[in-house]
C-alpha cells in the first residue's frame, strides 16, 4: 500500500485523465487537496472569490478546451454558490468535474454548522453524483467522474470528498477511463432528413457541435444544394462565425420574433438542436413556436455524432459539388455618434479581433449584434444557454485559460454583470487578456418587455422600480479598479472604439462602461 | 370566485399572515407578483442585485423582527444564488418564507432553458417545500408557507409557484394559521438540571431564545444561586450584551482553545443549545469537546419553550432572590496605535453605540471582541451560524429593515465581504443606517490556521497561493463608492475610532476599511 494520501491520490488521478486544470475556493475540508499541490506538479489551480466564478470559468473552459476542468468547492454551502452556472454548464452540455469536500464521516452524524446535503444539493445540476468512501477509492472514482464528465454531450460530475479520506494513507492512482463514443445517425432518418430538405420552407436547425467551422462548412453545402434555411437555436455552446464562414442567424429571442421567422417553415431538421420552444411560458402565446403543420425530423440529438451525421447528409443530398454561401467581410469605415444599440453593433463588426472569442450575454443590447458582426473579423461565439445571469464574466476566465493565444471579450448587461462582479479580481490575479465590455442601460431593460409578454399592460411605479438600476447607477470603471482592472467609460461609439483598439492592444484585462 | 388573479391573493395572503416586506431579484415568470405590488398596498418590496443579499436580508430580517420576511427568487438558478444563506439561515432557526417562481406547467415538460429541479433544490435548506396547482391555492398555501416558517425554532419554507397560478384568475385570499406553540420543558429533566447545577464545574450552556435580555438575567440568577458557570454557543442567532446585561462568553472556535474551555466542566445543562462540537473534524483531535466524563444534560431543545424553561430552573434553584453578576461598563478613554486585532477591538469597546445592532462575521480577526465589548454600550450581537461566508452584508439589510430606529454595523473580514459585495447597493438605494466595517488582513486568513489543524505541516508556495487576498489588494474604498456608500480607509486605530464616530452620526450606509 502506498503511503500517498487519498488527496495526493485524487490530483495524480485527475491528471492521468487529463484534467490539469481547477478553480476553486476552498475551505478546512479540502486543505489536504490544497496541499497536494505542491506535491504533484502539473494541476493548474486558479483562486476564485466567489464559487459561481469557478464553476462558470470550468463552463468557458471546456466550451474552448473541449475537455472538463475540475472545481474544488467547500462543503455543501460551496456548492450551492456555484449551482447556478453549474445549471449553465448543464445546458450547454459542458463536462465539468467538481470535487466537493465533505465533513468526515464521523463528523458529519454531529450536523456541524457548515453539514448539508451535498448530494441532494448536487444532484439537480449534475449527471453523476458519487461520494468517496475510503482513501482508497478516491482515485478511482475521480476517473470515473471524468469518465462521466467526459460523456457525450459533455455531463456535470460531482464527487464528493470527505476529508478522511483526503488525509488518510492508501491512495490509489487510477489510469484514465475510456469515453463511450458518440451515437451515430439512423440511415433511415438521414435518408427522409435528405428528402425533407427541399427549398426555402425547409429548415435545417442547427446546435451543438454542429456549429464548428468544418460542420458549418457543410451545412452551408447542403443548403446550396437543396436550397434550405439555416438557422441555429437561440443560444449556443460556441459557434464559429465572421468573415469568410457559413453564415447562420440564430432563432429570435423574443417570442413573437422568433414565431415570425420560424412561420414559413413545413419541413425542419434537427442537427443537434432542440425543437424551438419559447424561453418562458406567455399567456395566449404558443409555447412551441414551429408552425403547426411544420414537420419535425430529429436527425441527430446533441449527444449524437453530428460530425457523421453532417457529412451522411451533405452526401445523400449531393452537396459535395457545391459552394457554400459564406459572409462577406464588413465594409471598413469609422462610427460615430452616440452609442446606441445599432452604433455599438457596428463598432463591433469593425473591431473584434481575428480569433477573438466573443462571450455574449446582451440579451436587449444585443438584438442587433447578428447582422452587424456576421462580417467581422473569424471568430468564436459563445451564448449563456442555461438563462442563468452572471455567466460571461465567469466563463470568459475559463476560455482564456484554455486559449492563452487568443483575445477573449465578454458583452455583458450591468444587471448580469453585477451577478459576478468577483469575476474581475481573478482576470486581474491571473492577468488574462480579457475586455469586458458592460452595456449599462441601468435597468433590467428585458423585464420591461416582459412585463408586457406576460400581460401586465400597465405596470404601478412600484413595480417599475424593481426593473431599475439607477438608483444609485453603479460605477462600473471604480468597480472595475477597485479589483484591480483598467477601466474606461465611454458614452460615443467613437470612443467605444478607441477603448476597443487599446483594450484589445494592451497585455491583461480590461473593462469598458458603454453608457446607453 | 373572485377575479383577483393568484399572484394578487398571495400578496394578500402574506400580509394577512404578518409578512410585510420582501427581499427579491424577480424575473419574468415573477412578474405577475412584481405587478401586484402596485395593486395591493401594504407589502414593502425591497431590490437586490443578487439573491443572496435577498436570502441574507431575510434572515437578519427575522433575527431582529421575529417575523418571517418573504423573498421573491427566479425559477431554480434564482433559487439556488440563495441557497447558502438559506442555509445559514435554517442553521440559525429563522423564519423565511421564499417565494420561488416556476413555468407554467405546460411549459415546464418542454425543458426551457431556465427550467430546473426547484422543489429538489430547495429540499436540503427547507422545512417545508410544496408547489401551488392552481390560482385557487395560491393563498392557502401562503398562509401554509407562513405557518411552517413560524413554527419554532423557525423555520425555512419554500413556496413554488407556477406562473400560470400567479396569472389566472381565482385566487382567493386567506387567513393567517395558527403556530404551534413551543414545548414545555419535562418537570423530570428540570428537577435534574437544578441538581446539576452547582459549582464551578458545573455549567448552563445557553443557546437561541436563551439569549434575550430577560432570560440571560434569569441566568445571572441561576448562576449566582448555584456557582454554576454560564457560556453560550459560538455562533449565536442572536444575544443582548453591554454594560448592565448578564455576560455570557462563547465558546471559542478554534479547537483547541475549546477544549480547553469545556476542560473542566463535569455536568453541562443545555438550554436552547447543542452539545458542543468542533466546528471542523481534525485529524487526531476529538469531535466532542466537552470532558469525556461530563454529564449533559439536555433540558430544553433551541425549539422548546426556553423562557419558561429559564423560568422554572431559576425557581428550582432559588435564583429569584440574587443578584445576577452584571457587566461593568468599559473605562472610557482613547486607543491609539497602528490597526492589530487588540486594538480595534478596543475601538469597539468604546464606540459601539447604544441599542446598536452588531452583526459579527470576524472569524480571525474577532477573537479579542468579546472581552473588549463586554462592557460597551448595550447592544445587539448577531453571529453567522451556518458557517457559511458571505452572510453579514446581506443579513445587516434585514436587521437596518426590522428596526429602523437601530443603528447597524457590520464586522466582517475582506473574504467573506468579497462574497455578497452587491448587498452595498441595496444599502444605498434604501439609505439604510449600516456602518460596515471590513477587516482587510489580505487573505483567508482563518485558512492559515486550519492549515495546521487538518496536519498540513510544510504548506508550499502553490497551496498558500490559495490563501492570498493581496494579489491584487483589494480598494474597497473603491468598491462601496462605485455601489454608491461613502468609505474610508484607516490604518490606525485613533483613525478607525474618529471613521466610527463620523458613520454613526451620518444618515445612510457608510464603510470603513480597516487595514490589518
Redesign the interface.
Known sequence: MSEMNGAESLVRSLLQSGVDTCF?N????E??F??A???VPGLR?I?A??E?VATGAADGYYRMARKPAATLLHL???L??G??NL??AK?AGSAVVNIVGQ??A??LE?????T??IE??A???SHWVETSLSAADVGRDAARAVQAARSAPGQVATLILP??TA?TPGGQVAPALPVPARAPVEAETLEQAAVALSGPDSLLLLGGEALTEENLERAGRIAAATGCALLSEW?NARMERGAGRVPVARVPYPINMALEALSRFRRIVLLGA?PP?????Y?GKP??LTHPEAEIIALADWAADLDGALAGLEQAVGGSGTDPVLAPPVAPGSVSGPNTPESVAAVLGQYIPEGAIVLDESVTTGRAFHGATLGAAPHTWINN????I?YSLAAAIGAAFACPDRKVMTLTGD?SA??M??AL?TM??EALDITVVIWANRSYR??LG??S????MN?????L??LS?E?????????A????VPAVRVERAEEFAQALERGFAEAGPNLIEVLL
Not at 110 to 114: G, R, Y
Not at 453 to 456: H, I, R
Open positions: 476553486t476552498p475551505g478546512t475540508s486543505m489536504h490544497v496541499a499541490l505542491d506535491q489551480s483562486l472569490l466567489f459561481g455543501g454551502p460551496g450551492a454558490n449551482i447556478s445549471h449553465n445546458k465533513h468526515a464521523s463528523h454531529l450536523d456541524a454548522p457548515l448539508a446535503d441532494g444539493l444532484r439537480p445540476v476529508s478522511d488525509w443560444a432542440r420552444i419559447g424561453f418562458f411560458a399567456p409555447a412551441v444557454c442555461g438563462g442563468s452572471g444587471g453585477m451577478y462582479p468577483q479580481w486581474a490575479r428585458i423585464l416582459e412585463l409578454g406576460v400581460g401586465v405596470p404601478g411605479p412600484r413595480a422600480d424593481m438600476l438608483r444609485p447607477a453603479i460605477d462600473w470603471v471604480g468597480q479598479q477597485s479589483l484591480g
